[in-house]
């Protein structure tokens, strides 16, 4: 791979902009942060990884999403399931199956991380939608027993022996799941989650056009109701004296005027955010677009 392509699919970018919400969110007070929730920021840092898991990253790409990204972040947020994460996830997990490091490190996330809430752990396993395959990757969590101090203390070192022990037995996983044996088990899930994500991203852009058109019927509305406001402001107009005419033309003249300028004024600033989001987009390069769900096959 090309240094140039590989850094046509590089997530940097987006990922600079989360660490700085994040900085931002963490060196500031409650308030501060509950202005940011408000607002939105903390919603664009999540969209973020989204927009860079629907992006089509390099191994090195989806590397620096890895070390870049704590996904405690949103291993609880209903939105991050719902704007289908996990599924986006588990794609990138199988689109690189030579990167044995990544992929141990990607396993580890779902295993630590992603699949100890009950949620993600459920749509985790619908999309492998096997049996053994489900249980091998993200096996059944044990539930510890609270105890005494002393206790604790040898479950301390139990963890550090446990962690050593995870990181064997998904490398166990990962030679049994890239046996050639394995290999129709493998296509079937990753065709199953290119339907998932493409189902998602399809939705998505409903959604977008819903809205679009919902806008649209709005300003069709203001602009019939303006129409009709004139002509029964000619209509009444015989029935006046010249002066009176002469008012009632100076004043639909400006509300004409008035209407005017408020729909150009909202044209330049829907203007505004397509133009900066383009710009965005040709910082981020054109390789990390989300998918055009109406330009991809079924």
Same mark, same amino acid.
């Given at each position: 791979?090309?240094?140039?392509?590989?850094?046509?699919?590089?997530? =940097?970018?987006?990922?600079?902009?989360?660490?700085?919400?994040?900085?931002?969110?963490?060196?500031?007070?409650n308030q501060i942060r509950t202005m940011m929730l408000e607002v939105g920021l903390l919603?664009?840092?999540?969209? #973020?990884?989204?927009?860079?898991?629907?992006?089509?990253?390099?191994?090195?790409? =989806?590397?620096?999403?890895?070390?870049?990204?704590?996904?405690?972040?949103?291993?609880?947020?209903?939105?991050?399931?719902?704007?289908?994460?996990?599924?986006?996830?588990?794609?990138?997990?199988? =689109?690189?199956?030579?990167?044995?490091? #990544?992929?141990?490190?990607?396993?580890?996330?779902?295993?630590?991380?992603?699949?100890?809430?009950?949620?993600?752990?459920?749509?985790?396993?619908? =999309?492998?939608?096997?049996?053994?395959?489900?249980?091998?990757?993200?096996?059944?969590?044990?539930?510890?027993?609270?105890?005494?101090?002393?206790?604790?203390?040898?479950?301390?070192?139990?963890?550090?022996?446990?962690?050593?022990? $995870?990181?064997?037995?998904?490398?166990?996983?990962? $030679?049994?799941?890239?046996?050639?044996?394995?290999?129709?088990?493998?296509?079937?899930?990753?065709?199953?989650?290119?339907?998932?994500?493409?189902?998602?991203?399809?939705?998505? #852009?409903?959604?977008?056009?819903?809205?679009?058109?919902?806008?649209?019927?709005?300003?069709?509305?203001?602009? $019939?109701?303006? *129409?009709? *406001?004139?002509?029964?402001?000619? &209509?009444?107009?015989?029935?006046?004296?010249?002066?009176?005419?002469?008012?009632?033309?100076?004043?639909?003249?400006?509300?004409? #005027?008035?209407?005017?300028e408020i729909q150009e004024s909202l044209q330049l600033k829907l203007a505004s955010g397509?133009?900066?989001?383009?710009?965005?987009?040709?910082?981020?390069?054109?390789?990390?677009?989300?998918?055009?769900?109406? &330009?991809?096959?079924?």
């Open positions: 791979m090309t240094s140039s392509s590989s850094s046509s699919s590089s997530p =940097a970018l987006p990922l600079r902009v989360v660490r700085v919400l994040n900085r931002v969110a963490n060196r500031n007070s919603d664009l840092r999540d969209k #973020l990884i989204i927009h860079c898991l629907q992006a089509p990253l390099s191994s090195s790409g =989806a590397a620096m999403l890895m070390q870049g990204f704590s996904f405690e972040w949103v291993a609880e947020k209903a939105s991050f399931r719902e704007a289908s994460g996990l599924e986006l996830l588990l794609r990138l997990f199988h =689109a690189f199956p030579q990167e044995r490091d #990544l992929q141990l490190g990607m396993a580890l996330v779902f295993r630590n991380v992603l699949g100890q809430a009950e949620e993600n752990r459920k749509i985790i396993l619908r =999309a492998f939608d096997d049996p053994e395959v489900a249980d091998r990757f993200l096996p059944s969590r044990q539930v510890r027993q609270g105890g005494s101090m002393e206790l604790e203390r040898e479950e301390e070192g139990e963890e550090e022996r446990e962690g050593t022990e $995870d990181v064997k037995d998904v490398a166990r996983f990962l $030679d049994w799941y890239h046996q050639e044996a394995q290999r129709q088990r493998r296509d079937n899930v990753v065709l199953r989650l290119e339907r998932m994500c493409r189902a998602a991203e399809s939705a998505k #852009l409903r959604v977008v056009e819903k809205a679009a058109a919902k806008q649209s019927k709005y300003r069709k509305q203001i602009r $019939d109701r303006d *129409l009709k *406001l004139a002509a029964v402001v000619q &209509s009444a107009l015989p029935q006046q004296d010249e002066k009176t005419r002469a008012k009632i033309r100076q004043s639909a003249l400006a509300h004409e #005027l008035r209407m005017r397509e133009r900066a989001w383009k710009e965005l987009n040709a910082a981020c390069s054109p390789a990390m677009r989300p998918c055009d769900a109406t &330009s991809e096959g079924t």
